[in-house]
């Protein structure tokens, strides 16, 4: 693969902690699923690309830095730092545990704070592998509508959606970028 890209974008991955962001940056990332994830400390990062199809244009190939930011609350403190200059974010939540879908909102809060403006989100219900699922479909997609975000289903585990996330989030930076060049 050639170094040269079209665009790159810092793009942070948050929610919290245990809901599947290390593991589905991982997935994407390098094409696998491990077991035994231990805790983000702080953050890890990841860098790949994507190819854009622009229909009928010249595809383009965009870089993602991806920031997978700790979920903890005892890491409240170092997250902001993470996210300033971020151009897009994924935020996870555990399908199977709902207090990660209630509090959403405060992550949307959190971040929003930190950078001060709107950016491209994509609403990740994560681990649908799982067969204790208790957060809806209907309610991930509701929560996303209200909020002018992309919903996406995924499991790091089997892959199933992992690739789309990234595609999407590509797609949704390139737009958002174009248009406020002209």
């Known amino acids: 693969m050639s170094s040269s890209y079209d665009y790159l974008f810092k793009i942070v991955v948050l929610g919290e902690g245990a809901v599947g962001k290390t593991a589905i940056v991982t997935r994407f990332s390098h094409g696998f699923f491990r077991t035994d994830y231990k805790t983000t400390i702080g953050s890890q990062f990841a860098v790949k690309n ?4 622009r229909h009928g244009e010249e595809d383009l190939t965009v870089k993602l830095q991806i920031w997978d ?5 005892r890491f409240q403190i170092l997250r902001p730092m993470y996210y300033r200059g971020s151009s897009g974010g994924i935020l996870v939540f555990d399908v199977t545990r709902r207090r990660t879908f209630i509090v959403l909102e405060e992550w949307l809060d959190e971040l929003f704070k930190a950078i001060n403006k709107k950016i491209p989100i994509i609403l990740v219900a ?16 509701e929560f996303a509508d209200r909020h002018g975000m992309p919903y996406l289903e995924s499991s790091a585990k089997t892959g199933e959606g992992v690739v789309d996330i990234f595609q999407s989030l590509g797609e949704d930076l390139v737009k958002t970028r174009e248009k406020s060049t002209y």
């Open 50 to 53: 994507v190819a854009i199809n």
């Open 69 to 73: 930011v700790a979920g903890q609350s």
């Open 126 to 141: 994560n681990k649908t592998d799982l067969p204790d699922r208790v957060v809806e479909p209907s309610e991930g997609r």
